[in-house]
């Protein structure tokens, strides 16, 4: 189970994925307090790689290629997606976070532009899409399965 944890207003957060979204948080045993789930959200997405801004002069089809090609694994995800923590964990266990580019689509301007390109590229509306060297992977599942039978290691390494 992934944790995340930030500073809100000098006490330190600390969440797990099945805080995220609910609003109410554990910041000491002792006391609650109210945060913000998109603050535990871009404290867990700063952890990843920085995504390079998707602006008017790039077209979206050639964006999402030079972000593939450009980085060793890249996950298109979206920050309240319990599949996408899943898989940005278990990659996470295999490889140190700076290596994964994280692409929030719900977060990153023209999102319906980059999921209909994403649709075209990969065929799947869903995410986690997980690309490593290059190469669709797959969603959550078959990552998981990836894992399991051990081609993912000999994908990243």
Known sequence: MATAQSCYQGFICTATEN???????????QRKRRVSSEGIVKSI??????TPPLT???????????????NKVVVFSKGNCRYCKSVLSL???LMPRKQIMVVACDK???????RSELWQLTKSKTVPQVF?????????????????????SRLLY
């Open 91 to 93: 990659l996470s266990t």
């Open 19 to 29: 805080d995220i979204g609910t609003g109410i948080y554990p910041i000491t045993p």
């Open 45 to 50: 997405m700063n952890r990843f790689r920085k």
């Open 56 to 70: 008017n002069n790039y077209s979206v089809k050639n964006w999402i290629r030079n972000v593939v090609k450009g």
């Open 108 to 114: 990153i301007n023209r999102s319906n532009e980059l």
């Open 132 to 152: 490593i060297r290059g190469r669709y992977i797959g969603g959550c599942d078959d990552t998981y399965r990836k894992y399991e039978h051990g081609e993912l």
